[in-house]
């Protein structure tokens, strides 16, 4: 059973930093790539940023270059958001979901057929 569980959302003031993290079980983790969305209220559901494990190639949306950091532990089955200098506009439920198809990092919500159940994170500024 493949099953995404997020987790390291919080309250945090601008400029400062979180660590969300995606445990991933059920399935071959280094095969397809692991992607972190956004939802904001009142908004769709945005691709912040993804990962294909077995090179490592990444995607950010332009929002986060330069701000946020995608990473993985292969051996661990573990995704990481490394999100720094955050702002009032980060706040959002984050979501991490698993994409099976080939073709590397994608931020099209479309490829993703499984998703773990969020994490809120709040800004304040």
């Known amino acids: 059973e493949v099953q995404l569980q997020a987790s390291g959302g919080g309250l945090v003031q601008a400029g400062t930093s979180l660590r969300l993290s995606c445990a991933a079980s059920?399935?071959?983790?280094?095969?397809?790539?692991i992607g972190w969305f956004r939802q904001a209220p009142g908004k769709g559901r945005e691709g912040v940023s993804c990962?294909?494990?077995?090179?490592?190639?990444?995607y950010y949306t332009d929002s986060v270059k330069g701000r946020f950091t995608i990473s993985s532990d292969n051996a661990k089955n573990m995704v990481y958001l490394q999100m720094n200098s955050l702002k009032p506009e980060d706040t959002a439920v984050y979501y991490c979901?698993?994409?099976?198809?080939?073709?590397?990092?994608?931020?099209?919500?479309?490829?993703?057929?499984?998703w773990g159940q969020g994490t809120q994170v709040t800004v304040s500024s």
């Open positions: 990962i294909s494990p077995s090179d490592g190639s990444t």
């Open positions: 979901a698993l994409c099976r198809l080939e073709g590397g990092p994608s931020p099209d919500l479309g490829e993703y057929d499984y």
């Open positions: 059920g399935f071959t983790f280094v095969h397809y790539t």
